[in-house]
Nanobody, 123 residues
Framework: QVQVVESGGGSVQAGGSLRLSCRASGYTYCMAWFRQSPGKERERVAL?????????QVADAVKGRFTISQDNAPNTMSMQMNSLKPEDTAKYYC??????????????????WGQGTQVTVSS
């Protein structure tokens, strides 16, 4: 069983920055960040392919502000969040899939999940 562990998050004022990191204990084909706020569905924020390439995608809502990148260690990645807005407030989850067809925008495609880390942006 692959374990996924997140770190980072916290509270910041609007316009500030935070960095989230995630490490998986086994092989991953892709890793992603999802976020969920109360009353809303879990949405994918960013995706990076870790199983042989380094291509990545970010959601339109965070494009130009969030950057996802693979770290030096295998199956680890980080997301730099700049120019944070109050609407970015949510619990952020790291997800991973060992299968290429699990790397979708939908949460149910991902097999492995972290516990989540809270990001709070105040105005």
């Amino acid at each position: 069983q692959v374990q996924v562990v997140e770190s980072g998050g916290g509270s910041v004022q609007a316009g500030g920055s935070l960095r989230l990191s995630c490490r998986a204990s086994g092989y991953t084909y892709c890793m992603a960040w999802f976020r969920q706020s109360p009353g809303k569905e879990r949405e994918r924020v960013a995706l990076i392919f870790t199983g042989g390439g380094t291509s990545s995608q970010v959601a339109d809502a965070v494009k130009g502000r969030f950057t996802i990148s693979q770290d030096n260690a295998p199956n680890t990645m980080s997301m730099q969040m700049n120019s944070l807005k109050p609407e970015d407030t949510a619990k952020y989850y790291c997800a991973a899939s060992a299968r290429w067809n699990g790397c979708t925008v939908f949460a149910d495609g991902y097999t492995y999940w972290g516990q989540g880390t809270q990001v709070t942006v105040s105005s």
